[in-house]
């Protein structure tokens, strides 16, 4: 027995089925349905020639297939979700992980950049000092030339 709460309810996906399965149809001659089984079926058969079974047995079997397809396709699209949530947990973990590593990350890149610079002014402390002058030489004109222009 077809069922017309679902084949109303699933109307626009079983409405593609039955012009696939009845290519005569028309979207006009589908378009008056609203729920009147009687008024589908004497439609189809009008067109078809098909017994009134035969397009009973055909609407039941697209009642059932397609709910039971909307139901795949639901739980498809749960399983899609519930996938979807936990990859961006996992890489909301990866982010936090990396963003408590990075401060010591950069901590020992710093420290080991200290070491460095401080083993270059041991190894040559005169060539550190006229680097270091000549740095604050040049800062002191361009901060001069900025404060003039204003």
Do not use: C
Request: avoid cysteine; charge should be negative.
């Amino acid at each position: 027995m077809v069922d017309v709460q679902r084949l109303q309810g699933n109307w626009n996906q079983i409405r593609g089925e039955i012009r696939k399965r009845w290519e005569q149809l028309t979207d006009d001659d589908l378009g008056s349905f609203e729920g009147d089984l009687d008024a589908l079926t004497g439609r189809i058969q009008e067109k078809t020639g098909e017994s009134r079974e035969a397009i009973e047995h055909q609407l039941d079997e697209l009642t059932s297939d397609g709910s039971s397809a909307v139901g795949r396709a639901a739980e498809t699209a749960r399983q899609a979700a519930a996938d979807a949530a936990e990859s961006a947990g996992e890489y909301a973990r990866q982010a936090a992980q990396a963003a408590a590593a990075a401060p010591k990350f950069m901590a020992d890149k710093l420290g080991s950049g200290y070491a460095e610079a401080e083993e270059i002014v041991r190894r040559r402390p005169a060539e550190s000092l006229a680097v270091v002058f000549g740095t604050g030489l040049l800062a002191g004109v361009v901060l001069g030339l900025v404060v003039r222009s204003k």
